[in-house]
């Protein structure tokens, strides 16, 4: 079974960085893609970035481009999310998740963590 594991959250000013971990474990990722989500209060969930554990190759939001850089290590079995430039908009629970490449977010082969709370102060 696969577990996913985030860490790195906090409150942080306007302007300012944080880094986001996942620790992922239960089976092997070759053939998959880790991705980072985030849910606001009274918002639905929204896509923030992905990576192809294989190749590594990056996807990211248009509203955290330039900001925000994706990055796994496969010797550690993590993923991390850089943040950089942060606005008090990108407030929000972060989530970890993993999918077959080619599969939905949305199906029951995707794996999800239980979220890490962001919150930058203006």
């Known amino acids: 079974q696969v577990q996913l594991v985030e860490s790195g959250g906090g409150l942080v000013q306007a302007g300012g960085s944080l880094r986001l971990s996942c620790a992922a474990s239960?089976?092997?990722?070759?053939?998959?893609?880790m991705g980072w989500f985030r849910q606001a209060p009274g918002k639905e969930r929204e896509f923030v970035a992905s990576?192809?554990?294989?190749?590594?190759?990056?996807n990211y939001a248009d509203s955290v481009k330039g900001r925000f850089a994706i990055s796994r290590d496969k010797t550690k079995n993590t993923v991390y999310l850089q943040m950089n430039t942060l606005k008090p908009e990108d407030t929000a629970v972060y989530y970890c998740?993993?999918?077959?490449?080619?599969?939905?977010?949305?199906?029951?082969?995707?794996?999800w963590g239980q979220g890490t709370q962001v919150t930058v102060s203006s």
């Open positions: 990576i192809t554990w294989n190749n590594g190759r990056t």
């Open positions: 239960g089976r092997t990722f070759s053939g998959y893609v």
């Open positions: 998740a993993v999918t077959l490449f080619g599969s939905s977010w949305s199906s029951t082969i995707a794996s």
